[in-house]
């Protein structure tokens, strides 16, 4: 692959939707794609690695990054701030290997408006009971705060019509067969202008 032919795959989607999942088990099966690490200023979680899972910084270095023109795209998620690293992409994509992005739908029009050969991808859940067990499965919020997360993805999931393609993560084995054939262009089932999938995107939002 010569670095004319790298692509930049943008993925989104609400919170509980299985997105870090659905993407870590995608970049497990294709090693050869790049996965970018995004910047976040919020608290580390007891599972999660510093450089692997994102990379921690302070309010003050976040500002210190944007000023510099290092932050492709930010957003403030939850009172915390995320980010994607230029550079990280820029090397990524100049070396010939395709990249991934897991952010916001905030995130992916700044992308977009960046970048706008990127391919953007946006996950739903199959409905939004299973989001709301999802979130409550997961135990790392209060009620009140899955609640608000649940509001929150509601608003989110209207912008599923600014993606390129829309993947509903029912089971985690064919979501990621749908990612990898998205990613190897031959994803028209789950093309924005698909009849049929534009019929279940509406049943799902409502």
């Not at 910084?57 to 980010?83: I, K, P, Q, S, T």
Request: aromatic fraction near 8%; charge should be negative; hydrophobic fraction near 40%.
């Amino acid at each position: 692959m010569n670095e004319n032919s790298a692509k930049l795959f943008v993925i989104a989607a609400p919170s509980g939707a299985g997105k870090t999942t659905l993407v870590k088990a995608l970049v497990a099966r294709n090693p050869d794609l790049r996965f970018s690490i995004s910047y976040t200023t919020r608290q580390k979680r007891r599972t999660e690695v510093d450089g692997v899972d994102y990379l921690f910084v302070d309010v003050h270095e976040f500002e210190r990054l944007n000023a510099e023109g290092e932050l492709l795209e930010f957003a403030e998620v939850f009172d915390n701030y995320y980010a994607t690293s230029r550079s990280q992409v820029e090397k990524h994509l100049a070396e010939g290997k395709n990249v991934v992005l897991e952010i916001d739908w905030q995130g992916a029009q700044q992308v977009r408006a960046s970048m706008p050969e990127c391919i953007t991808i946006f996950i739903l859940p199959p409905s939004l009971e299973e989001l709301g067990r999802r979130l409550k499965d997961r135990r790392t919020d209060s009620p009140e705060v899955i609640e608000r997360r649940l509001r929150d993805a509601q608003s989110d999931m209207s912008h599923w019509d600014e993606f390129d393609y829309v993947i509903i993560n029912d089971k985690l084995e064919q979501a990621v067969v749908d990612l990898e054939n998205v990613l190897a262009g031959s994803g028209a089932s789950c093309a924005r202008s698909n009849v049929a999938l534009r019929r279940v995107v509406s049943r799902i939002i409502g």
